[in-house]
């Protein structure tokens, strides 16, 4: 049997990430790495969002704009690829 992370979660359920011996924890909860997540945490944090996503949505809000109004014809088959 593998050995699992020896830490318990909020919930109060036990972690079950396996871990190589002789580690007893895995990277979310080894004590040892508490600094490194906090600061990978605070970079995550400050990062900008991807310009793709934001050009997605745009066109998601448009195309739901257009359905909404009667603009897109609906309910016909999506076409195939052969």
């Known amino acids: 049997m593998m050995p699992r992370c020896a830490a318990i979660k909020r919930d109060g359920g036990r972690c079950t990430a396996i871990v190589r011996p002789p580690q007893t ?3 979310q909860h080894d004590p040892a790495r508490a600094e490194e997540r ?3 945490a605070s970079r995550a944090g400050k990062s900008k969002p991807s310009r793709e996503v934001a050009d997605i949505k745009s066109m ?4 739901a704009e257009r ?7 609906t309910g016909r ?3 195939t690829s052969s």
């Open 38 to 40: 906090r600061r990978a």
């Open 25 to 27: 924890h895995c990277y």
């Open 67 to 73: 359905v909404l109004a009667g603009e897109v014809e």
């Open 77 to 79: 088959p999506w076409p």
């Open 60 to 63: 998601l809000r448009d195309l």
